[in-house]
């Protein structure tokens, strides 16, 4: 199974984006999808992830800004990023995770102009 992700881009601070990630299968199910993301120098960390259909956690940083949300018929999981700060410049990767593993998916950048 792969994820892939997509969305990602160079937008003004105060703009928004959408990130998508889809699997590349069906017939797997996850129980949890989520974002991390990484900044230049620093570690990957959590941005939001979402179990089930309404068990949803955010990072500090984004609450308020970001929305996780997940279409289980589709395998994916996307997040509506509003209030862009240029602190949120980072490569943003999905996570799903299922009781025979775990997958990530490649990063995809974005990048938040002051």
């Known amino acids: 199974v792969q994820l892939q992700a997509s969305g990602g881009g160079l937008v003004q601070a105060g703009g928004s984006l959408r990130l998508s990630c889809a699997a590349s299968?069906?017939?797997?199910?996850?129980?949890?999808m989520g974002w991390y993301r990484q900044a230049p120098g620093k570690e990957r960390d959590l941005v939001a992830t979402?179990?089930?259909?309404?068990?949803?956690n955010y990072a500090d940083s984004v609450k308020g800004r970001f929305t996780i949300s997940r279409d289980n018929a589709k395998n994916s999981v996307y997040l509506q990023m509003d209030s862009l700060e240029p602190e949120d410049t980072a490569v943003y990767y999905c996570?799903?995770?299922?009781?025979?593993?775990?997958?990530w998916g490649l990063g995809t950048h974005v990048t938040v102009s002051s």
């Open positions: 979402i179990t089930g259909r309404v068990n949803i």
């Open positions: 996570k799903a995770v299922s009781p025979w593993g775990t997958v």
């Open positions: 299968t069906r017939r797997y199910s996850f129980n949890t």
